[in-house]
């Protein structure tokens, strides 16, 4: 009876025969985050063996990181024995008592799969075998095939694993799968719901934060700071690029129009942040915008914004409402820090009535008239770059 680890995925097993190329990206993830070594997949599981290890917190760890791992659906501790019907019967006992403790359940269900042909008792046999089992130990409780307390898996394969409770996994694919894309990250509640969607995706994403002070307190970018860490915990690594952004907000309050001046804020950003994509590698740009949400987000004003890069531009969350992101921000973990009371520039010199449906060229040629051009070069310049990485942060719960 053997330790071990069992990974999920579901997408992953579409790809076809691109599929061990996806494998082997999840694998990696899984050796980076869990610290484990010893790693074996096979169809539709990966297996990690603990071996020698016997930190019990730090398996758990381990469990907790690969469950907020793009590309994995589900994640959980087990035990692995041989194919033989005793053996199954001393670990799903053992199984269960731990489980009883835990949760002192009224009511179980024995779930069985024979992947493994060749094994002489079939699935239907082997659950009332280990039920039968369980309830001459634990008399009082009861079968529930519907909806138990406590269910313990049986997957008879080459061996077999027994496993009870699962950690759910965010599924998608395995990053960097997609490529690198570079996320608008503000200290709202959208751009890091956009950030972990697209991760989802495959996409390993890094940030570009705008940061204007003396307009907008340090605290601000402390801020940001603690959404990067919470990404980190799903990506594994985030880098950060804060830009100085106030002399560029500040030409163009004293130049244009005030009813462009979000508009002009927001073409100057992907203009940036598409200088520093290319320069580091990026092959998109990503935002927290939603059709109709506010005055910049129209379909007028998308079109002018975005015309400052020709870089794919991904809006995971454009057909979301609010309360919607707000129920991923939540699972995610960045809502309650997204909420704290700290402006950042995205809020400064906002216009009493900015315009919603630009007119594209008028727009375009009051732009290209602002002296804009210099302060974007030193924004560029004077940006800093900071990493987090996953082994220098404390995991949190899932």
């Known amino acids: ?92 006992l053992f199984l269960f008592e731990k489980e009883e403790e835990k949760k002192n359940p009224e009511t179980f269900k024995i779930n069985t799969r024979r992947i493994n042909k060749r094994f002489p008792a079939g699935s239907y046999e082997i659950s009332s075998y280990l039920g039968e089992t369980i309830l001459k130990k634990f008399p009082n409780i009861k079968v529930n095939l519907s909806n138990p307390d406590v269910t313990i898996n049986v997957e008879i394969r080459e061996k077999t694993y027994i496993y009870a409770e699962e ?11 997609s490529g690198k894309g570079l996320l608008l990250l503000s200290g709202g509640i959208d751009s890091p719901v956009a950030g972990y969607l697209m991760g989802k995706r495959g996409l390993q994403v890094d940030a570009i934060y705008y940061h204007s002070p003396p307009y907008v307190p340090e605290k601000t970018r402390d801020k940001i700071r603690t959404i990067a860490e919470v990404l980190c915990e799903y990506f594994g690594q985030i880098i950060v690029y804060t830009v100085p952004f106030a002399e560029v907000q500040k030409t163009i309050q004293e130049n244009a129009n005030p009813r462009e001046t979000t508009l002009h804020t927001r073409a100057a950003m992907i203009a940036i942040a598409d200088r520093i994509a290319k320069s580091e590698g990026y092959n998109s740009i990503i935002t927290g915008e939603s059709l109709g949400q506010v005055a910049s987000q129209t379909p007028e004003s998308m079109r002018f914004t975005q015309s400052y890069t020709d870089l794919p531009i991904f809006r995971p969350l454009v057909g979301m409402n609010k309360e919607e992101i707000k129920d991923i921000a939540r699972m995610i973990g960045t809502y309650d820090i997204s909420i704290l009371p700290y402006e950042d520039c995205c809020t400064l010199f906002t216009p009493k009535h900015p315009i919603i449906k630009p007119n594209f060229e008028i727009i375009k040629n009051n732009f290209s008239r602002l002296p804009i051009e210099k302060p974007i070069d030193t924004a560029v310049l004077n940006t800093e770059k900071e990493v987090f990485k996953l082994s220098e942060l404390k995991v949190r719960t899932v």
Do not use: W
């Not at 950690?167 to 799968?177: A, I, K, N, Q």
């Open 167 to 177: 950690l759910r996994g965010p599924g998608g694919l395995p990053v960097p799968s």
């Open 1 to 92: 009876m053997d330790n071990v680890i069992i990974v999920k995925y579901s997408e992953i097993g579409l790809k076809g025969k691109n599929r061990a190329y996806f494998e082997n990206l999840l694998v990696n993830n899984i050796r980076l985050k869990s610290g484990f070594d010893k790693i074996r997949k096979t169809h539709g599981r990966i297996y990690i063996e603990p071996g020698n290890c016997i930190n019990t917190d730090y398996i758990q760890q381990a469990i907790e990181r690969l469950a907020k791992t793009f590309g994995i659906t589900s994640v959980c501790s087990g035990l692995k024995v041989v194919n033989d019907k005793k053996e199954i019967e001393k670990a799903a």
